[in-house]
């Protein structure tokens, strides 16, 4: 890891380590600035007795008898019995990486297409086992890896080496998405490709192989193109826009995500309506997305292609739909935490001035 240039930077390093291993509770927010004030006030206390500012070596050792982050946060955090507070985040730490990011991935993309192979197509009888199995392993795995910790807890190896750490080598602070600057490359590609975009709609209404391609000989765009055309077109240009003002601006770093998450809503409600309106087609000829032409009709052979690329479209929107929902959850998220840390710090600012 460098060595910062700043030696206060260190305590914002410590902070954030202390911060990965912390339950995230409601009060993680408030510890951290506790420990941020208790470890400040030690720099300016030692300051003052050598009047002159420390060094990084100097703050590194103060920090270094504060103790690992790892300790630090066990000992700030919840207490527990069985294990204690050495070893908790740890554990705590493997048993979510074991439990939810190896076992459930595996039983969802693996264990239940092959038990589903098992049953025949049996969709019940294949989601029962694979629960069934699911819950079973969790339970194995988190007895497992408590007894194994338990153990360790009570034969004291670990407590050994758990002072071997040396404050310079803490990561560099990681800044939250949303208070970066966006790339230059990134928001000058969002802009080239966006105004492509844009003018590849325009083109095809005129230019139908654009986007049928050789099939634009017997397939033409149905009628719910034609009633949606404009507002995907609006929506198009609602992304150009906003590309090109954060290339102009990317001070506002409130700007990109707030533009994201209500083109997210956008486009949320504009799928929701083709998907209503494509609910609501006639089922005797149902061609919402894409239809025959004139000369195309009568053959069944093309009447099947047409159907087949009908249901893709619309398996392809409820996909994105669904995407969409959880990126814009995600989004809405991000926001209001970017949201409440930085009146958080305006906050402090505002309390250290008074003070």
């Known amino acids: 890891m460098s060595k910062p240039a700043n030696p206060l930077e260190l305590v914002d390093r410590y902070l954030q380590s202390v ?44 920090l270094k008898r504060c103790g690992p982050p790892m ?17 908790f985040p740890i554990y705590w730490f493997v048993l979510k990486m074991v439990l ?5 991935p595996v039983f969802v993309f693996i264990v239940g297409p092959a038990t589903l192979a098992s049953t025949h197509g049996d969709w019940g009888a294949a989601l029962g086992n694979t629960i069934g199995a699911l819950w079973s392993g969790l339970f194995i795995a988190a007895g497992i890896i408590t007894l194994i910790f338990a153990i360790l807890e009570r034969t004291q ?6 002072c071997k750490w040396d404050p310079l080598k803490l990561p560099p602070v990681r800044q939250e998405p949303h208070e970066r600057k966006p790339s230059l490359a990134r928001s000058v590609s969002e802009v ?16 139908p192989a654009l986007i049928l391609g050789p099939a634009h000989t017997f397939l033409k765009a149905g009628e719910l193109w034609h009633i949606f055309y404009a507002p995907i077109v609006g929506l198009s240009v609602y ?34 309506f083709i998907l209503k309106a494509a609910g609501h087609m006639p089922n005797a ?15 069944r052979q093309y009447i099947g292609v047409a159907a087949m690329v009908n249901a ?44």
């Open 312 to 355: 893709s479209i619309l398996i392809s929107l409820i996909c994105a739909w669904v995407g969409i929902c959880i990126a814009s959850v995600v989004r809405t998220w991000q926001l209001l935490k970017y949201i409440r840390k930085r009146a958080f710090g305006e906050g402090q600012q505002a309390t250290a001035q008074l003070r």
């Open 19 to 62: 911060r990965f291993w912390l339950p995230k509770t409601q009060r993680q927010d408030e510890i951290l600035a506790e420990l941020g004030e208790d470890l400040r006030s030690q720099i300016d206390a030692r300051e003052e007795e050598l009047t002159r500012p420390l060094s990084t070596d100097e703050v590194a050792e103060i």
């Open 192 to 207: 080239l490709f966006g105004l492509f975009g844009l003018m590849w709609l325009l083109l095809i209404p005129n230019y």
């Open 239 to 272: 992304a150009l826009l906003r590309s090109g003002l954060t290339l102009a601006r990317p001070d506002l770093t409130w700007l990109q995500p707030a533009g994201e998450l209500l083109q997210g809503v956008l486009t949320l409600v504009l799928l929701n």
């Open 100 to 104: 939810f990011w190896i076992l459930v």
């Open 157 to 162: 190896h670990f407590a050994a080496v758990q």
């Open 71 to 87: 300790v630090v946060a066990a000992r700030l955090g919840p207490n527990s019995h069985l294990i204690g507070p050495t070893l």
């Open 285 to 299: 000829e149902w061609q919402p997305f894409v239809a025959l032409t004139d000369a195309a009709k009568g053959s």
